[in-house]
């Protein structure tokens, strides 16, 4: 049942995007002689159920296109599920897949104080906490030259840097730091174990293993657009139950050579619990 | 060279395709495609299965934390009307269209003042002068300032309202907020634009003399919400179907152009009462364009109240009848035309991420 401490709630969702591959009339008129289909439909999500109470820290893991991404936007609010119902309570922030959502021909700053608008800061607050935004970010003297002149890890830097400090109820983070470099990844990874700390909703996606198994305390896994573990409800269930599920850990039968080095890798990577 | 690269990629790929280990391979790959691709998703995640730092949970235990409020869909609540409960965005929006016009031009904001001035010296020169309007028309220079101005204005709404989404393509795609936004953004910022030239038009007038009555203010106002209220609704209605139909944002500049020969400025409204025996369905169109009646009601401020103030009132200086009445009309039309524009926009915008 849906508690007062409820913080998102995911009922019977499904996503259907239309692949358009005719667009010019031209095109249209040669599909319709051929007989061909003017439009593709693609399932994303199917029927995804599940609910996170306040202060959980979630998991999100599948291999590429299975729908994280997918997910993360409907709870975003930028996408709206085709069928079922996606809530949230409280303020949502975070970064969708790679790179911000920023105006390429405006400054870092002006970016900045859109952004910040846009996830409900009002003026007075951007102010205050402007410069803890920016020295998060360390972006240096480039605050006043557009974004398009940005390295790709330096606008997530300034995302992540905005998004984090939000004071959302709810944070979204799907790799975002996939371009950052080393020492930015760890302070991010601090940040957003201080905010998990105070109570905030994480959902996180990564296919770093280790790193979601440190983060989380519950693990989603998605496969082709269905969820398929979800720690809480499976018997037994842990993130190291999900992570085991994706069979990131599985032998590689037909490479020998490589095998030792990868797993070893792997295995330290998930850490010696597993 | 380029003759003979076709040939000899044939005999590598020929080359490779008669190698037994490299057929093994292609059968095996044609047998578990999908297996496969799985399996290489899986290598390339376990690749990656460090590449995020491990930072441990913070000691302390965990704060609970109370937010207030429902459980609410996440999507941003839309509509013009919410718009201007919460204006800090939308004023940030707007701030960034007019620093956009400044950034990278050596005269700035000036060519939104200097591209209607030129036009304003061609019509006057063309229809004023060669064409010899102004003999027949009392004070036919504030006659066109009045129809540059808000076609103008139109005419800034409309391209930019056709272009905004697309032109904002990358806000739309990863935040949520209320999409209205960047239309209405374009709206104000055609005030922005008018309110100097309005402002021109009114030092003009009492330079020249100029009274009022009653029915002049009604009509200002009148005329300036029918524009409003009309630039509003095409500028949201077609700035959710330029997302879709890219064509749209070429088909405005023709239509704002032809526009200008659409509207009484370059010529008196007595020209077009003069079809008014022969073909008054024809009339009665040209009439029902909102453009055109924002103009007139413009023009029954400042025209007549300069043709008021010389005493000449002749029948040149006339206007349609009931413009007060035919107003109104109109301004309600618009309205329920914005009400519908803003259906089909709530309609369109789910798309739009996926779409752009
Ligand atoms: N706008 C769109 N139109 C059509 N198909 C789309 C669209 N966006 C996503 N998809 C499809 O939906 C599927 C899920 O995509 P999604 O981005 O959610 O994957 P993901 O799990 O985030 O993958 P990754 O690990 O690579 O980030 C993919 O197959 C993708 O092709
Ligand atoms: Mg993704």
Redesign the pocket.
């Given at each position: 049942m849906v508690s007062s401490n409820t913080s998102i709630v995911v009922d019977d969702v499904s996503k259907i995007f239309t692949m358009h591959y005719h667009r010019s009339l031209k095109q249209i008129m040669v599909a319709k002689v051929r007989g061909l289909p003017l439009s593709e439909t693609f399932q994303a999500l199917t029927d995804i159920n599940f609910e996170v109470e306040q202060g959980e820290s979630v998991g999100l893991m599948g291999l590429?296109?299975s729908g994280?991404?997918?997910l993360?936007t409907l709870i975003n609010g930028v996408l709206k599920p085709d069928s079922g119902t996606v809530k949230t309570r409280g303020r949502v922030a975070g970064l969708?897949?790679?790179g911000a959502g920023f105006h390429p021909q405006l400054s870092g700053r002006d970016n900045l104080f859109l952004n910040a608008a846009i996830l409900g800061m009002s003026e007075a607050e951007t102010h205050r906490k402007f410069d803890e935004i920016v020295d998060f970010a360390d972006i240096g003297r480039f605050l006043d030259t557009p974004v398009s002149h940005y390295s790709s890890g330096m606008s997530a830097r300034l995302g992540f840097s905005i998004a984090i400090h939000v004071d959302a109820d709810i944070f979204l983070a799907?790799?975002v730091l996939a371009v950052g470099d080393k020492p930015f990844k760890v302070k991010c990874m601090a940040k957003m174990q201080e905010i998990r700390q105070q109570g905030t909703t994480i959902f996180y996606?990564s296919h770093a293993a280790a790193s979601v198994q440190h983060m989380c305390d519950r693990i989603l896994v998605l496969e082709g657009g269905h969820l398929n573990y979800d720690s809480k409800l499976v018997d037994g269930g842990s993130v190291e139950g999900g992570i085991k599920f994706l069979h990131y850990d599985d032998e590689e039968p037909d490479a020998p050579g490589d095998k030792n080095g990868i797993s070893a890798l792997a295995d330290s990577a998930l850490g010696a619990e597993i | 060279m380029s003759g003979g690269a076709p040939t000899s990629r044939e005999e590598r790929r020929e080359a490779r395709a008669s190698h037994p280990m490299a057929k093994e391979t292609i059968e095996e790959s044609r047998d578990g495609r999908k297996r496969n691709a799985a399996k290489r998703a899986r290598k390339m995640a376990r690749k990656k299965a460090d590449s995020m730092p491990v930072v441990e949970a913070l000691e302390a235990p965990q704060q609970t934390r109370v937010v207030e409020g429902e459980l609410v869909t996440p999507a941003p609540a839309g509509g013009v009307v919410g718009l201007f409960k919460a204006p800090y965005l939308l004023r940030l929006l707007v701030r960034r269209e007019i620093a956009k016009m400044y950034s990278a031009s050596v005269l700035g904001l000036l060519w939104s003042y200097i591209q209607p001035g030129l036009r304003f010296g061609v019509y006057y020169l063309v229809f004023g002068v060669l064409l010899d309007v102004q003999r027949s028309l009392p004070n036919f220079a504030i006659h066109l300032f009045c129809g540059i101005v808000f076609t103008h204005f139109f005419s800034e709404v409309f391209n930019g309202g056709t272009r905004s989404i697309w032109e904002n393509r990358t806000l739309v795609k990863k935040m949520a907020m209320p999409r209205e936004t960047f239309p209405i953004a374009h709206v104000i910022v055609g005030y922005y634009h008018i309110f100097p030239q309005i402002l021109l038009l009114f030092i003009c007038c009492l330079l020249s003399g100029f009274r009022t009555d009653l029915t002049g203010v009604v009509a200002l106002f009148l005329g300036t919400a029918i524009i409003s209220v009309f630039g509003m609704a095409v500028a949201l209605l077609f700035s959710a179907v330029n997302v879709y139909y890219r064509d749209f944002q070429n088909v405005t500049g023709t239509i704002t152009q032809m526009l200008h020969f659409m509207v009484p400025m370059m010529y008196g409204w007595d020209r077009i009462a003069g079809f008014q025996p022969t073909h008054p369905v024809l009339v009665q169109l040209y009439l029902a364009n909102p453009v055109c009646d924002s103009v007139i009601l413009l023009q029954r401020f400042f025209w007549t109240g300069v043709n008021m103030a010389d005493g000449d009132l002749g029948h040149n200086a006339e206007l349609p009848p009931h413009m007060l009445e035919r107003g109104g009309i109109t301004l309600a039309c618009c309205l329920v035309f914005l009400v519908l524009c803003q259906w089909a926009f709530s309609r369109l915008e789910h798309k739009f991420p996926e779409r752009l």
């Open positions: 590429n296109g994280k991404s997918t993360l969708i897949a790679t799907d790799e996606v | -």
